[in-house]
């Protein structure tokens, strides 16, 4: 499989919930055409999708479609990172609790701020790799912002 038609079929493996019936076209690619699986684990992982992927998949019962290996490789990915994403959301309320404690309100972005919004179907859908978030500046000037997160930290 050519990278550009690698790239469509991974983006018909995330449309699923929204068009089922790429089902079918995801079940010929694994048996009819035997999907070059290397290429398609080497993307998903360097785009950090292993975990939406194995969700789709679960969600649409395509697993049995893959090999079992494969399979428990992906579902040991998405439950190291449902945890470590239920570990950031207990980070963000310590970090939410020690700057209150300064009068100060942390606006979250991009994942940590999706996690907290709901946005996706379950915790460990996404991967994130950190928590940003803002504070009014005129905050920080009073303060030293390492205390502010090492006590967050502990």
Not at 3 to 28: M, N, S, W
Request: aromatic letters at 12%.
């Amino acid at each position: 499989m050519k990278y550009k038609q690698l790239f469509y079929f991974t983006g018909h493996c995330l449309a699923l919930d929204e068009h089922p019936e790429f089902r079918e076209k995801v079940i010929e690619r694994f048996q009819v055409e035997g999907a070059d699986l290397e290429n398609f684990v080497q993307l998903c992982s360097d785009h950090l999708i292993i975990p939406a992927i194995y969700l789709k998949f679960k969600t649409h019962g395509l697993l049995e479609f893959l090999p079992e290996e494969l399979t428990q490789e992906f579902q040991k990915i998405y439950d190291l990172n449902r945890e470590r994403n239920q570990q950031i959301l207990k980070q963000i309320d310590d970090i939410t609790a020690e700057l209150n404690k300064e009068n100060m309100q942390p606006v979250f972005l991009k994942g940590a701020a999706n996690l907290l919004d709901g946005l996706y179907s379950d915790v460990g859908e996404r991967m994130i790799g950190d928590i940003d978030f803002l504070v009014k500046e005129e905050k920080l000037k009073f303060h030293t912002p390492s205390k502010i997160f090492f006590a967050a930290l502990n």
